[in-house]
């Protein structure tokens, strides 16, 4: 609740009275950073604080538009940070803490490190600012739900494609983004666990993590081509690693088609391999519809509402023959 300001008015004794009827209905001005949060005062719009993993992917600026489009027809207002990558896991508990001493009505959170977290949740549980979660969740009780896309069945799309792909059988790789947040280990295990259940004639030779970062994902993405020669598929598990394999393949110049090429996520780069052969395919999520989805939650939480534990925001598989379709193309973000 924010705490209103009283404002000192001089007059002359003689044009007091009228001063006074005069301002007897205007509205007093708000101070933004006083008050707890979990509820909204006559006049006072809702403020709900949303932390991301990042801004260097443009997953993210969708997620953001989502979100703002939801606030604008909820008559709420958001803020939206996160930072400037995603192994910045201190910095975006740094950020989750001055959200909880802004004490806006709500706060939505997606965890870097689900561990990390944990006494921040407590803080916020302590304030009575309720948390719901987007992408990925922290390993708390308190967040009242997880908008998210179920990563191990994504995982397991992106694998089925693979292999139908490559014949179901030879040697692929995958280049992750995180073995410590959810996303990242959901992604790769799916796919691990659909190739090792169904397709035998298929051998994950190597995993490796290049945090999401192009560059590190395209070194990462030549030293497995090198080490293993008759590799037919690379698999990346987040916009930055698809891109850093896309651009690995295309400094080494091989011809479209030698290694399979699956990724995860959209974005215009992605879109523009795809289209020109080098990337086969990849899984996209619906990132406006987590963005709305949050905030949707987010003011259900502040009015008390009951809220299921995860909310599934789908995931779909596209390439050079469906990207265009109408159901695919609204999900992809340039």
Excluded at 107 to 130: H, R, T
Aim: glycine residues 12%.
């Amino acid at each position: 609740m924010k705490i209103r300001k009283s404002a000192a008015i001089i007059a002359s004794a003689a044009t007091l009275a009228l001063v006074l009827a005069g301002c007897a209905g205007d509205a007093a001005p708000t101070d933004p950073g006083a008050g707890a949060g979990g509820g909204e005062s006559e006049g006072e719009r809702l403020q709900i604080a949303l932390i991301s993993k990042g801004f260097q992917h443009q997953f993210w600026q969708a997620v953001r538009q989502g979100a703002e489009e939801a606030a604008a027809e909820l008559g709420v207002d958001v803020t939206f940070e996160g930072p400037a990558s995603e192994t910045e896991i201190d910095a975006q508990l740094q950020m989750f803490q001055a959200a909880i001493d802004r004490a806006p009505d709500a706060i939505g959170y997606a965890a870097l490190d689900p561990e990390a977290c944990v006494s921040l949740y407590e803080a916020a549980a302590e304030a009575n600012i309720p948390i719901v979660e987007f992408d990925a969740g922290c390993a708390s009780d308190y967040g009242q739900n997880l908008a998210a896309t179920d990563g191990v069945a994504a995982g397991a799309i992106a694998a089925q494609n693979m292999a139908e792909l490559i014949g179901g059988e030879g040697q692929v790789g995958i280049v992750g983004h995180s073995q410590i947040n959810s996303t990242g280990i959901e992604r790769r295990d799916g796919f691990v666990t659909e190739i090792e259940a169904n397709w035998p004639g298929i051998e994950i030779v190597d995993i490796q993590y290049g945090d999401g970062d192009h560059l590190r994902s395209a070194d990462i993405a030549k030293a497995m081509l090198a080490a293993y020669p008759d590799m037919v598929g690379l698999y990346g598990t987040n916009e930055g690693s698809a891109i850093g394999i896309v651009n690995a393949v295309t400094e080494l110049g091989l011809p479209n088609g030698q290694v399979t090429v699956v990724g995860f996520d959209s974005g215009a780069a992605q879109i523009d391999a795809i289209r020109n052969g080098v990337m086969a395919g990849a899984i996209t999520q619906d990132p406006i519809g987590i963005g709305r989805t949050v905030v949707e939650n987010a003011v259900a939480a502040i009015n008390g509402e009951s809220l299921p534990e995860f909310t599934d925001t789908g995931s779909f598989w596209y390439d050079a023959t469906n990207m265009d379709e109408p159901n695919i193309a609204a999900v992809l973000y340039q």
